[in-house]
C-alpha cells in the first residue's frame, strides 16, 4: 500500500553564494511561480540595514533596529546571526523550533550561516550554492546594479574571494552548486533539484 508523506519529509533549502551571483533574483522567482509542485515557504530573514529601492518589509526582510535585533537574539529568536558590512542578519527560528514542521522552506543566507542551519538540521537541510563563471564575473554583475559605494564594493569583492575559498573547503557538505550564467537554465536546475527531494517518498 502506498504511504503519504509525512513531516518528516519536509525540508529546509538553503541558498547562498557570492554576491552579485543572483541567490535572490533565484529564490524570489523559485517561490514566485504558480501551478507548481514545490509548495515552499520563505523564512524571511531579519536585517539591521535599510531597505534598497524595491524592497517590501515583510517580503523581502525584516527590517529592525540594533536594539530589536539584541532582543530577539536573547530571547533566541534566531537559528543563525551574521554581520556583513556593518550590518547584522538572522534567520528566524519562528517556524523551524518545532520538530514538526508543516512545510518545505527556503532561505537564502550567506555562506557560514547555510553550514550552521546545516549543523542545526543535517537530515533534513540541503544546501545550495550559486556561483557565477568568474569572479570578475560577479564584480561586473555588482558595479552594474548601482546600489553600493566604492567602499561597499570593495568589500563585496573581498567577501566574494572569502566564500569561495570557504565553499570550496567545505564543498562535500552542499547537495548543489549551479553556475547562474543563463538565468532560466539555473531556474530550471534548481526546480528540478528541489522537485526531486520533495518528490512524495511511496
Given at each position: 500500500m502506498k504511504q503519504s508523506p509525512t513531516k518528516?519529509?519536509?525540508?529546509?533549502?538553503?541558498?547562498?553564494?557570492?554576491?552579485?551571483?543572483?541567490?535572490?533574483?533565484?529564490?524570489?522567482?523559485?517561490?514566485?511561480?504558480?501551478?507548481?509542485?514545490?509548495?515552499?515557504?520563505?523564512?524571511v530573514s531579519y536585517t539591521t540595514r535599510r531597505p534598497r529601492p524595491g524592497e517590501t518589509a515583510g517580503k523581502d526582510y525584516f527590517f529592525?533596529?540594533?536594539?530589536?535585533?539584541?532582543?530577539?537574539?536573547?530571547?533566541?529568536?534566531f537559528l543563525e546571526t551574521s554581520c556583513y558590512n556593518g550590518n547584522f542578519y538572522a534567520t528566524p527560528s519562528t517556524h523551524l523550533k518545532n520538530p514538526n514542521w508543516d512545510?518545505?522552506?527556503?532561505?537564502?543566507?550567506?555562506?557560514?550561516g547555510a553550514i550552521a542551519l546545516k549543523d542545526l538540521f543535517?537530515?533534513?537541510?540541503?544546501?545550495?550554492?550559486?556561483?557565477?563563471?568568474?569572479?570578475?564575473?560577479?564584480?561586473?554583475?555588482?558595479?552594474?546594479?548601482?546600489?553600493?559605494s566604492l567602499e561597499t564594493l570593495e568589500q563585496r569583492f573581498e567577501r566574494n574571494l572569502?566564500?569561495?575559498?570557504?565553499?570550496?573547503?567545505?564543498?562535500?557538505?552542499f547537495s548543489l552548486a549551479v553556475t547562474n550564467d543563463n538565468f532560466a537554465?539555473?531556474?530550471?536546475?534548481?526546480?528540478?533539484?528541489?522537485?526531486?527531494?520533495?518528490?512524495?517518498?511511496?
Open positions: 518528516k519529509h519536509y525540508h529546509l533549502f538553503v541558498i547562498t553564494g557570492l554576491s552579485g551571483a543572483g541567490k535572490t533574483s533565484l529564490a524570489d522567482e523559485l517561490l514566485n511561480q504558480e501551478g507548481t509542485p514545490l509548495k515552499l515557504k520563505k523564512l529592525i533596529t540594533e536594539q530589536e535585533f539584541a532582543a530577539l537574539q536573547t530571547a533566541q529568536g512545510s518545505n522552506y527556503l532561505v537564502v543566507t550567506d555562506i557560514k543535517p537530515d533534513r537541510t540541503k544546501l545550495i550554492f550559486i556561483d557565477v563563471a568568474s569572479l570578475e564575473e560577479a564584480q561586473k554583475r555588482l558595479i552594474n546594479r548601482g546600489l553600493d572569502a566564500d569561495l575559498t570557504f565553499f570550496m573547503k567545505h564543498q562535500n557538505r537554465n539555473a531556474l530550471k536546475e534548481l526546480y528540478n533539484f528541489i522537485s526531486q527531494v520533495t518528490k512524495p517518498v511511496q
